[in-house]
């Protein structure tokens, strides 16, 4: 049987658009996130928009999930319309994720940053889901408004409110 596409191509991937920093960002991010690794890329050929021999795109993994980095120049930013979520199963781990990820960046509010590149992260704990699905409105508020004071989220400090 023929297949016009091949299965490999039919699936997601996120292009992430850096005026210059590509190979930076990739560098970055491959160094955090544990399974993450640099893949085969391309350079700017003759009679394109960039530098002659200069990083055009960069394919990467993070944690086996397939990512490009594109230098497509100064026209478009990153906001916090679009953002990538860590979902962590302890304490530990949003430390781990969101001290390296913030670092140059800027912290937001409840759970989000932003990085030295401009991307917006959510490092969240998985247990935020549970305690937010409460069968008691009460303790969901509760755990709610403690969220809205929080930068980095406390997975102890939520779990004191739900009570």
């Given at each position: 049987?023929?297949?016009?596409?091949?299965?490999?191509?039919?699936?997601?991937?996120?292009?992430?658009?850096?005026?210059?920093?590509?190979?930076?960002?990739?560098?970055?991010?491959?160094?955090?996130?544990?399974?993450?690794?640099?893949?085969?890329?391309?350079?700017?050929?003759?009679?394109?928009?960039?530098?002659?021999?200069?990083?055009?795109?960069?394919?990467?993994?993070?944690?086996?999930?397939?990512?490009?980095?594109?230098?497509?120049?100064?026209?478009?930013?990153?906001?916090?319309?679009?953002?990538?979520?860590?979902?962590c199963e302890s304490q530990e781990e949003i430390d781990y994720y969101w001290d390296r990820l913030v670092d140059g960046g800027?912290?937001?509010?409840?759970?989000?940053?932003?990085?030295?590149?401009?991307?917006?992260?959510?490092?969240?704990?998985?247990?935020?889901?549970?305690?937010?699905?409460?069968?008691?409105?009460?303790?969901?508020?509760?755990?709610?408004?403690?969220?809205?004071?929080?930068?980095?989220l406390d997975i102890a400090d939520l779990e004191a409110a739900a009570r």
């Amino acid at each position: 049987m023929c297949r016009l596409y091949d299965v490999a191509m039919l699936a997601l991937s996120t292009c992430l658009w850096f005026d210059g920093q590509a190979d930076q960002a990739v560098a970055f991010y491959t160094s955090i996130f544990p399974n993450s690794k640099r893949e085969a890329g391309a350079d700017y050929g003759p009679d394109t928009p960039g530098e002659e021999g200069s990083t055009m795109v960069v394919n990467f993994e993070i944690d086996g999930r397939p990512f490009m980095a594109l230098n497509g120049g100064p026209q478009y930013h990153f906001n916090p319309a679009i953002s990538l979520v860590i979902n962590c199963e302890s304490q530990e781990e949003i430390d781990y994720y969101w001290d390296r990820l913030v670092d140059g960046g800027a912290p937001g509010q409840c759970g989000w940053l932003t990085d030295r590149f401009g991307l917006s992260w959510q490092i969240v704990p998985t247990r935020l889901g549970e305690l937010m699905s409460e069968s008691d409105p009460e303790a969901a508020n509760r755990v709610m408004q403690a969220l809205l004071k929080m930068a980095k989220l406390d997975i102890a400090d939520l779990e004191a409110a739900a009570r």
